[in-house]
């Protein structure tokens, strides 16, 4: 039997990435607001991601499958999304498990950056073609081109350097939280 508190403590997917039907590159209103379909590809938005994560612990999961469906997997202690005033700053706790190793930590405690407000020095949103918590510029970036497996740009698709590299572009992403 399903507890009361089930819905409460499921996984929230804020971010999906499924079949390339939707353009990730995108100006800071588009994350801020949020955009795509539920169904298929979408970002829930930096101010939703702020509003749930401003109350209780949450924790991260990032679900990755290749073009030949083999699943991986990567989980953080804690996720937190600051509010617009500093630029939705990424809280991120330590790498816990998975398979697709830690890409992630290298994001921690930087702001938002999209192709009208890159705040890196070095361009990243335009070298790299979507919105995300850049840091010298990526060692994961879920929100690039939906490239699909082995390609011979670098770092622009949908990559996790830990798992398959920067020239390798996951068919499938999820970003989730959920309450601890």
């Known amino acids: 039997m399903r507890s ?22 995108r100006d800071w209103n ?3 607001n949020g955009f795509g379909s539920g169904l298929t590809e979408f970002w829930l938005g930096n101010d939703n991601l702020h509003m749930l994560t401003s109350s209780g612990n949450w924790e991260l999961r990032i679900d990755l499958y290749a073009p030949d469906n083999t699943k ?25 498990e998975g398979n697709a190793g830690d890409s992630m ?22 070298l790299y073609k979507g ?14 081109l939906y490239l699909l497996g ?13 798992g398959k590299g920067y020239n390798y572009s996951y068919k499938i992403s999820e970003m989730k939280i959920r309450p601890i």
């Not at 009361?4 to 590159?25: A, E, H, I, M, T």
């Not at 919105?131 to 690039?144: D, F, I, K, Q, R």
């Open 105 to 126: 930590l290298t994001h921690a405690n930087m702001p938002f950056s999209t192709k009208d407000k890159d705040v890196t020095a070095g361009k990243c949103v335009s």
């Open 30 to 32: 588009s994350y801020k």
């Open 131 to 144: 919105g995300w918590w850049y840091n010298n510029c990526h060692t994961a970036n879920l929100n690039g």
């Open 72 to 96: 991986h997997f990567a989980k953080y202690t804690s996720f937190q999304v600051l509010g617009e005033a500093v630029k939705y700053k990424l809280l991120l706790g330590a790498f816990t």
């Open 150 to 162: 082995h390609h011979e740009s670098f770092a622009d698709g949908i990559n996790w350097s830990t």
């Open 4 to 25: 009361d508190n089930f819905l409460v403590r499921s996984p929230k997917v804020f971010q999906r990435r499924y079949d390339g039907s939707v353009d990730f590159f």
